[in-house]
């Protein structure tokens, strides 16, 4: 059987086995080391899986995962963050769609002090929703927001799947998260927007506080509640400083971080018995399911490059359909886009990163090669994002089901995420017009 | 239907451009259809660190690398790669093997585990690259650095803290802070494979004059291949040698005089002869462990005897 | 079910659930070993072997912690279909696909053994100056996945009880 057809088996064979509903480590991974004593032998294929292993351990980057799944956690869990809502509640609140603006800011910190979307998803869910809902904003608009908000935790460095995208593409993560910080910025700039023009199209969606509530908040109390916006100043600068100054590596950085929120943690006297007990065992579970995914990945994807797969659908594409580079591209993200509906970030990696990243290195898109796989990091996350929220199979709309408060429906929450997909979209565009919004940061720290 | 091998060098892609890629293309090309090498560079397949067992058990039917880097479990590990001072010069390399009798050990050691051992290539030189600039040996300490596991076993004694990672991290790891140099390489596969970028000085002392390395394949892959396709594939081998020997030697001189992207630094000759002294004493360390160690560190001495005596252009002083 | 298979369940379960909560620490192993390398190389000379420990301890972390893991559900499954069906068919389905997940660690386990017996017959030691024997981790690795091999057959039990609308 000619290896084309073994490459398309195997995609087949895996999209079948995610369809069962079996672990999707499981299906990843039963695949490749089938595939591997199909085509090198029983040695072959235990060779290929154990070394799988041996692979996982020696990519260092990898140590930071545990560290800023626990990070995420213990800010989540120990609600550090509410001082930081009341913070933009009260600044905010005065203006129409003010509160909804604050949740969006909340997001962005949130997002810049852990590198996942759970724990900003988490703390708008239980922290902002029930009260926006209170004051009477338009439910679907801040659902939508709260949803779009948290998705920027893995765009906004640190980010746990820019390092999952730098292991598999082999490119700085460094630069990758800096390469994040002004997409993700711009993408919230656009939520912000959004919530602007439909207050003020509609000041029903978002009522300001009333001069009643205003006046018993008192100016002693809107300083001192300033100061909870020093906290993640604090921890993200204790985090990213000494590490883009050279002083600790990467590694070391997610331990400061992850020891820091600890630290203010036991501060507050938040960490109580069941809330480590939480934080504990969660790292462990979401952890494991990374590390299990990835390793099955790295196995399928050593199988699907000893076929030589990639060389043959590099020719199919490039010379055999004669296909522009940029033809390429759209065409790549509009197919990332609709297995995004279907397939979560890691599986989605895991099946394109062996075919995509590849074809995208080899493009001539006027860009030097080492900048195209770092901006294609960044569309690679937006796409993520996406995924995140739309049905039918997306994390942050599970969560977003189990966590809202009841006056939330399952169709409010499939309808909320409508404007905020086209956001996302629409700042995909302008990342893809302007290659520059990513890589200008990078290219100023690490100077090229 | 043509003999296919899978064959992974230890080098990566940027460096495998040069250093394997264009013999095993030629070799695909005069085969024509009847033998087929499809090539992988560093951790492709395997990680480097399972490169032999990979090989041995015929997961992958060849390899080129040094004996270092792939941990071969044999006798002469710790001379492939760069065994400090060993060789001052490329051509020392193909002369040990051919006229004072290391390819004769090599093939039995290798023999041994079931391994064919094809031919040995000599590479660049050993020098450092670094963030910050090294004048003396004091400049060295804590300095954390991504060497040879042999060079970096010398090299402890005076400070330096040898890290291991997988070949395609390195540039990465330059940038997240987890390196501070590199021990690794002559100027051109700096500029080559993009350290020249993340890095600002090149030291000009080196450790070793030539890397040591080979290309290995499973023996009963090899048994299988025609006696012309062996013929031809060693040919092939012996091209890429020979491609090495002037891409580096050309390199290395020009990137010096006109890279535009690493400073030049030195320790002085005085300071830097107690490390040449400090190589003697590790040499005789190493002949200790086993005979046929003993007889490769032999041989070492008679050659740099035959070539100090010889004076120049063999050796300066 | 069988007594005996009843058993087996409930001794595999115990031990997995005990080794997990052991594992399920070594995040603050991980962690100090970190902040270690950090402090000596700010004051003192970098730690020769902070590196490597720490992805030793990240290795029986998600190794050890993999059955511990498995009990609390936490590998995500694609709950497009899954997520509809009734838990007998659920089961059923299982009952198919987990031998998927048997033998993907099974082969692991297999490569693990052998790279295990491997690193015991010529004393194998990782390429640093620290130059600790491999065939610890390699060990660890093995049992981790033997535990997790156990614990999908445990999954299997459970499952065709299920089926018999029985509990475990
Ligand atoms: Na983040
Ligand atoms: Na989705």
């Known amino acids: ?448 | 239907a043509p003999i296919r091998w899978r064959m992974q060098t230890y080098a990566g892609a940027a460096l495998g451009e040069h250093v394997c890629k264009p013999a095993i293309e030629l070799f695909n090309k005069i085969a024509a259809g009847q033998m087929e090498i499809e090539l992988y560079y560093a951790d492709q397949l395997v990680p480097t660190s399972e490169l032999f067992r990979a090989m041995q058990s015929g997961t992958i039917d060849a390899v080129q690398s040094d004996d270092d880097s792939m941990q071969s479990p044999t006798e002469v590990t710790v001379f492939g790669g760069y065994f400090p001072f060993a060789s001052r010069y490329s051509l020392d390399v193909p002369v040990l093997f051919n006229q004072y009798g290391l390819k004769q050990i090599w093939e039995e050691e290798y023999a041994k585990a079931g391994v064919r051992h094809i031919s040995a290539g000599a590479w660049d030189p050993c020098h450092f690259a670094t963030k910050d600039p090294i004048n003396s040996l004091k400049d060295l300490e804590g300095k954390r650095v991504f060497t040879f596991p042999t060079a970096g076993r010398f090299l402890a004694q005076f400070g330096v803290v040898p890290v291991q990672l997988p070949w395609e991290d390195i540039q990465v790891a330059l940038q997240t802070g987890e390196l501070d140099g590199i021990a690794w390489s002559g100027i051109t596969e700096d500029y080559t494979v993009g350290w020249a970028d993340v890095t600002k000085y090149f030291l000009t002392n080196n450790i070793s004059g030539a890397w040591i390395g080979h290309f290995f394949a499973n023996q009963d892959r090899w048994n299988e291949v025609p006696e012309h396709l062996q013929a031809l594939m060693e040919v092939c081998f012996e091209q890429s040698h020979y491609y090495r020997q002037w891409w580096y030697w050309g390199g290395e001189a020009d990137l010096r005089v006109n890279g535009p992207k690493l400073e030049l630094t030195s320790i002085p000759d005085e300071e830097w002869a107690t490390v040449e002294a400090a190589a003697r004493t590790f040499w005789d360390e190493i002949a200790a462990e086993s005979e046929t160690k003993a007889k490769v560190v032999e041989i070492f001495k008679k050659y740099n005897d035959v070539m100090a005596k010889s004076g120049r252009p063999y050796r300066y002083g | 079910m069988p007594r005996f298979l009843v058993m087996f369940v409930r001794i595999t379960e115990a031990v997995n659930y005990r080794v997990g909560r052991i594992a399920m620490y070594l995040i603050f192993v991980l962690a100090a070993v970190l902040m270690w390398s950090v402090i000596s190389k700010a004051f003192f000379r970098p730690a020769l072997w902070t590196q490597e420990m720490a992805q030793f301890t990240m290795v029986g972390y998600f190794v050890l912690g993999g059955a511990y893991s498995l009990i609390l559900g936490a590998n995500v499954r694609m709950d497009l279909l899954y997520g509809r069906w009734s838990p007998k068919t659920q089961a059923a389905v299982d009952i198919v696909t987990i031998f998927a997940l048997i033998f993907f660690l099974a082969t692991i386990l297999w490569g693990g053994i052998e790279s295990t017996a491997y690193a015991f017959e010529v004393g194998e030691r990782s390429r640093t100056v620290w130059r600790p024997y491999m065939a610890p981790i390699k060990i660890v690795i093995c049992t981790g996945v033997f535990l997790m091999l156990l614990q999908s057959v445990c999954f299997l039990i459970r499952d065709i009880a299920t089926l018999r609308g029985e509990r475990i």
Not at chain 1, 120 to 129: K, V
Request: proline share 6%.
């Open chain 1, 1 to 448: 059987m000619p290896y084309e057809y073994i490459a398309i088996v195997m995609f087949m064979g895996m999209m079948a086995m995610l369809l069962s509903g079996q672990r999707v480590f499981a299906g990843i991974g039963f695949v490749a080391v089938v595939a591997a004593i199909a085509l090198w032998g029983d040695r072959g294929g235990y060779d290929i899986a154990f070394t799988s292993a041996i692979k996982l351990m020696n990519w260092y980057p990898m140590l930071t995962l545990p560290m800023f799944v626990w990070m995420g956690y213990v800010m989540s869990e120990t609600r550090l963050a509410d001082d930081l809502y009341r913070m933009f509640h009260v600044w905010f609140g005065p203006i129409p769609g003010g509160l909804a603006i604050g949740t969006i800011l909340l997001m962005v910190l949130v997002s810049a002090m852990n590198g996942l979307s759970v724990a900003g998803l988490a703390i708008g869910a239980t922290i902002a929703l029930p009260e926006l809902l209170k004051r009477g904003y338009d439910k679907r608009m801040v659902t939508g927001i709260i949803q779009g908000g948290s998705s920027l935790g893995i765009l906004v460095p640190p980010s746990i799947v820019l390092v999952l995208y730098a292991m598999i593409a082999r490119q700085p993560v460094g630069q990758l998260w800096l390469a994040g910080v002004f997409p993700g910025l711009l993408m919230a700039g656009f939520f912000l927007l959004y919530v602007v023009i439909r207050c003020g199209l509609n000041p029903k969606m978002g009522p300001p506080l009333s001069r009643e509530e205003l006046a018993t908040i008192t100016w002693s109390e809107r300083i001192r509640l300033l100061r909870a916006g020093v906290l993640p100043v604090v921890i993200f600068a204790s985090m990213m400083g000494p590490f883009v100054l050279g002083y600790v590596s990467l590694v070391e950085s997610s331990v400061i971080g992850a020891t820091i929120a600890t630290f203010v943690a036991i501060a507050k006297r938040r960490l109580t018995k069941q809330v480590w007990e939480t934080c504990v065992v969660n790292t462990l579970g979401v952890s494991c399911m990374f590390m299990w995914i990835l390793l099955a990945a790295l196995a399928f994807g050593a199988v699907f490059d000893g076929l030589g797969a990639v060389r043959a659908i590099e020719s199919f594409f490039l010379e055999d359909l004669g296909l522009g580079p940029w033809t390429i591209l759209i065409l790549m993200q509009v197919s990332f886009l609709v297995m995004g509906m279907f397939l979560d970030d890691t599986a989605m990696l895991v099946i394109v990163a062996p075919l995509y990243i590849p074809l995208v290195a080899k493009l001539d898109l006027g860009m030097p090669p080492g900048d195209v796989l770092i901006w294609y990091g960044v569309l690679y996350t937006i796409t993520c994002q996406v995924a995140y929220i739309t049905p039918p199979f997306g994390y942050n709309l599970f969560l977003m089901r189990a966590m809202a408060p009841d006056q939330v429906s399952l169709g409010d929450i499939y309808r909320s995420i409508v404007p905020i997909t086209g956001i996302m979209l629409l700042t995909l565009a302008v990342i893809i017009l302007f290659p520059e919004i990513a890589l200008w940061l990078p290219h100023q720290v690490y100077g090229q």
